[in-house]
């Protein structure tokens, strides 16, 4: 069983639309949560991340989270040609052998933005 | 802040031979290193988690006997890939993190290729 869910995509939005991309994980003790995107043949950037439920917003990027549900979202307003990449979901879950804290990546979202 | 540096970018070695891949943290002290693959159009899957003066963990299905990992400082981490074959061709990709720090930090990744 999986344990970070991507719909893999491709999910094509156009140019100034929302894309909303979508990310659910099964361990109850996950803590943090990571979005990054990825363009091909390149290491993941980070994007935002989030602790708390709610919103959180950074610029065009907010990302929500819902600890009952283990559900966390990222949407991008305005969307632009040039966030056409792959989003990767990350949750951060405690590697306690060692008391440091490592990822589970989901499989990823490729995101076609359309001019 | 928080740049994690790769070496080499890119190498083509022949099936049989070893390479070494090098990680290094440059502005700050990483406690723990993670060693990723990322086979193309797929994920990124964690091999093993390295601590400062520690062996590796390695997750299951890899060989830590082909894959050898080294985390001497706490500014470098090596990985080894030993008896290298075709099958080994990928993106490898390491991130760093300081101990309590929920965040990874990524280096830009190492394209391997094995004829």
């Known amino acids: 069983q999986k344990e970070v869910e991507q719909n893999s995509g491709p999910l094509s939005v156009p140019e100034g639309a929302i894309a909303s991309l979508n990310c659910t994980y099964s361990?109850?003790?996950?803590?943090?949560f990571f979005w990054y995107r990825q363009y091909s043949g390149k290491s993941p950037e980070l994007i935002m991340f989030?602790?708390?439920?709610g919103d959180k917003e950074d610029g065009r990027f907010t990302a929500q989270l819902n600890k009952a549900s283990q559900y966390v979202s990222l949407l991008i307003r305005d969307s632009q040609p040039s966030d056409s990449a792959t989003y990767l979901c990350?949750?951060?879950?405690?590697?306690?052998?060692?008391?440091?804290?490592?990822?589970?990546f989901g499989t990823g979202t490729r995101l076609k933005v359309l001019a | 802040g928080a740049v994690v540096s790769q070496h080499p970018s890119w190498v083509i070695c022949k099936s049989g031979t070893s390479v070494k891949i090098e990680c290094r943290s440059l502005?700050?002290?990483?406690?723990?290193m993670f060693w990723y693959r990322q086979f193309p159009k797929q994920s990124l899957m964690l091999m093993a988690t390295?601590?400062?003066?520690?062996?590796?963990?390695?997750e299951q299905g890899v060989e830590k006997d082909k894959f050898l990992i080294n985390h001497a400082s706490l500014t470098l981490s090596t990985l080894t890939v030993t008896s290298a074959h075709p099958e080994d061709s990928s993106f490898y990709i390491c991130?760093?993190?300081?101990?309590?720090?929920?965040?990874?930090?990524f280096g830009p990744g190492t394209r391997l290729t094995v004829t």
């Open positions: 991130s760093a993190q300081t101990v309590g720090d929920y965040e990874q930090y």
């Open positions: 361990d109850r003790g996950s803590q943090s």
């Open positions: 989030i602790y708390s439920n």
């Open positions: 990350a949750v951060n879950t405690p590697f306690w052998s060692s008391g440091t804290y490592k990822y589970i």
């Open positions: 502005d700050f002290q990483a406690t723990t």
């Open positions: 390295s601590n400062e003066g520690s062996k590796a963990t390695y």
